[in-house]
Structures are given as structure tokens and as C-alpha cells.
Nanobody, 127 residues
Framework: QLQLVESGGDLVHPGGSLRLSCTAP????????VAWFRQASGKGREGIGC???????GYADSTKGQFTISRENGKNTIYLDMNSLKPEDTAVYYC?????????????????????WGQGTQVTVSS
């Protein structure tokens, strides 16, 4: 069973940057669409954005311009680069993957069903 592992979560000051990583030990993510989500304490899950197997990206309006998703297939890793972090970005960040959709449309990817999820990594933005 494919298992996703997120890493890179940390405590960062407001205005700072952070890079999160998502890997799948023992599996190749090359043919999977991967999305990032986050969940703040006491709130519902929020979609951030996604990347297709071919490298196309899509973002939620709330994170566009602040977050960037990329993939490095040679390292079997998906990245979430976060800039200009604010306290309200504090959350557990999750990556999720699917290879179910023949047409992984990045404009609709945050509404897709994802079969595989990581355990999450905590990002705390605080001074």
C-alpha cells in the first residue's frame, strides 16, 4: 500500500519561508496527481493546490501567489514552497495522491477523491 510521508514542518517567524516535502517510500509518484491540503486546529480541511503527473499546477484562490507546488520525479518528491508566512498559515499540512483520474484537471483537483494521504506535518507561524 502506497504511503505518503510529509516532512519539513517547523516553527517559523511571520514573513518567513518554508519548504515541505512529500515522498512515497517504495513507490514511484511519477504517474500520480498530488495535492496539498492543510487543517488548522478547530477548522476544516482546506485545499492548497495540486500538481499533475505532467507537472501542471493549480491553486486555491486563497493560496495563489504565496505557495508553489513542484515535483522532482528523479527524487520521487513533491514540494510545497511557502512564502510570506502568516500566523493564520499555522496548520497541519498534508499531501494526498491519486492515479484514478485519466484527466487530472488541475482546475478541479482540490475536489477530487484522493486515495492516499500522509500523516501530516505541523507548520507553526509565530513570533
Amino acid at each position: 500500500q502506497l504511503q505518503l510521508v510529509e516532512s519539513g514542518g517547523d516553527l517559523v517567524h511571520p514573513g518567513g519561508s518554508l519548504r515541505l516535502s512529500c515522498t512515497a517510500p517504495g513507490y514511484k509518484l511519477d504517474y500520480y496527481g498530488v495535492a496539498w491540503f492543510r487543517q488548522a486546529s478547530g477548522k476544516g480541511r482546506e485545499g492548497i493546490g495540486c500538481i499533475s503527473a505532467g507537472g501542471r499546477t493549480g491553486y486555491a484562490d486563497s493560496t495563489k501567489g504565496q505557495f508553489t507546488i513542484s515535483r522532482e520525479n528523479g527524487k520521487n518528491t513533491i514540494y510545497l514552497d511557502m512564502n510570506s508566512l502568516k500566523p493564520e498559515d499555522t496548520a497541519v499540512y498534508y499531501c494526498a495522491a491519486t492515479n484514478f483520474y485519466a484527466d487530472y484537471n488541475v482546475a478541479r483537483c482540490l475536489g477530487f477523491v484522493y486515495d492516499y494521504w500522509g500523516q501530516g506535518t505541523q507548520v507553526t507561524v509565530s513570533s
